[in-house]
């Protein structure tokens, strides 16, 4: 799931936990529901251009490389037509979502407006000639910067309303999908799921012994243990859920998540590169070492990117990162929340006793209201697209389809990301750690040691072939 979300410590955010702990499952009533419209609305509006000999292209913007700020600024300078209906659209298609869900659009809107501005400045600053250089990748600068203002400076309280961490991640997710033929996730998708087996089972059983080996409640060691072992936040709340655990648990086990999320955006690209992995290999490592959804995408395209302006040293396709990250932890590993709950649901029922803590219960109906909804749109986005690409020959494919169809719906997409990264960094604060302790850091550090050890086996020697063929 896209679980890197708010992590502030008290009372903070504490309409969207209670939102979180009471899903609702109406095809209108939250925002999972809403990404899988919104991404699919996209990608039939951008086919329906395509079909009458038009494109998103003219919509779909992004800054171009430059040398000079004179020459970045003259470039966004001339398409502010184009940026300004970039953001109408955005807003409209945001704003009607919460407006239904009973959000404020009068602080949405300014929030998003000041959102977009940024992600548009950071656009730009990785549009620089030199950025590839340092490393300076649009994802990585969102979170960077999200990071030092949040850590630095105390945000409005009507700011928090413009960052929607899992709505954009979800809807890009969606985007996704278009760019994702439904014959590969066919392909990779037994590799993924057999490969995420492993090391959700691995992952669980570490934490989950180490914490009560360190002394923790079993259902903390339980909550604990699903966080690291398949999407953090919302498999912690489901895992909570399943097995009557306090309700400060859930929130412990989420900041871990994030945080040791937020450290492998860095150090899995840069191992990666030193190690000369090709991009659906290190993609396929970051799906299986990373704990969130939309830190885990930010690291693979982040690696993409780097490949992209490598001159060809590192081997692969650049979106072969993301497309191998996404089949080993959308298609693989999030399944899992479901198979956890139910498995958790049944031991704490016949085993554990139910003294306390969260009264919530794992049924079927919570399961559903618990299962990540865009992995339908992910799913469908892909099934549409690969019908449009069974009338044509694969030259005719990325000839044509690719560029007037494809290449707009994947900008958008990387729009989405951007909104996400940035709004990742400027809803965590670091200093939430200290009210953890440390025999809940250190039973998850074990788990983190554990998955990326057994992830990078996985990836580089077991299951090599498989995702360097996804790579080309």
Request: net charge positive; glycine share 8%; hydrophobic share 60%.
């Amino acid at each position: 799931m896209s679980d890197v979300t708010q992590i502030l410590p008290g009372k903070a955010r504490s309409s969207d936990a209670a939102a979180a702990h009471a899903p609702r499952t109406g095809l209108l009533s939250n925002e999972d529901w809403w990404s899988v419209w919104i991404g699919l609305a996209v990608i039939v509006v951008a086919w329906a251009l395509f079909a009458n000999g038009s494109s998103l292209k003219w919509l779909a913007v992004a800054p171009a490389k430059w040398k000079t700020l004179a020459e970045a600024g003259r470039g966004i300078a001339s398409h502010w037509p184009n940026y300004l209906a970039l953001f109408a659209t955005f807003a409209l298609l945001f704003g009607t979502a919460l407006a239904v869900l009973g959000q404020s659009l009068s602080r949405f809107l300014p929030s998003f407006l000041i959102l977009f501005v940024v992600s548009l400045l950071i656009f730009a600053a990785s549009a620089w000639s030199e950025a590839a250089r340092y490393n300076l990748e649009a994802p990585l600068i969102a979170l960077l910067l999200g990071l030092l203002v949040s850590n630095t400076v105390t945000l409005p309280e009507w700011f928090h309303s413009g960052l929607r961490v899992e709505f954009y991640i979800k809807v890009g997710i969606v985007l996704l999908g278009a760019t994702l033929p439904l014959t590969l996730l066919v392909w990779a998708g037994p590799v993924a799921v057999g490969q995420a087996t492993i090391v959700s089972l691995a992952t669980f059983f570490t934490i989950f012994l180490a914490g009560k080996a360190l002394g923790l409640d079993k259902r903390f060691a339980a909550v604990l243990g699903v966080g690291g072992a398949v999407c953090g936040v919302s498999a912690s709340i489901a895992a909570g859920g399943a097995v009557r655990a306090k309700r400060e648990h859930a929130s412990m086990a989420i900041t871990l998540v994030v945080v040791w999320a937020i450290v492998m955006i860095f150090v899995l690209p840069f191992v990666s590169r030193a190690l000369g992995l090709s991009t659906a290999v290190a993609g396929a490592w970051i799906g299986t070492s990373e704990f969130a959804d939309a830190a885990g995408i930010a690291a693979a395209q982040a690696y993409g990117d780097v490949a992209r302006n490598a001159g060809g040293t590192i081997a692969g396709a650049p979106d072969a990162a993301v497309q191998a990250f996404t089949l080993m932890k959308v298609v693989g590993r999030d399944i899992w929340i479901g198979i956890w709950a139910f498995a958790l649901a049944w031991v704490a029922t016949t085993r554990w006793n139910s003294e306390g803590g969260v009264q919530a219960k794992a049924d079927v109906r919570e399961i559903w209201a618990r299962f990540p909804k865009f992995v339908i749109g992910f799913v469908l986005a892909s099934a549409l697209v690969t019908w449009i690409a069974s009338h044509y020959s694969l030259a005719d494919y990325r000839k044509i389809v690719t560029p007037d169809l494809v290449a707009p719906i994947s900008a958008l997409r990387t729009w989405a990301f951007t909104f996400c990264f940035l709004s990742i960094g400027l809803t965590t604060r670091l200093r939430s750690l200290t009210a953890i302790g440390w025999r809940p850091l250190l039973a998850f550090t074990i788990g983190v040691a554990v998955n990326v050890v057994i992830g990078y086996v996985l990836s580089v020697h077991v299951f090599a072939d498989y995702w360097n063929g996804l790579g080309g």
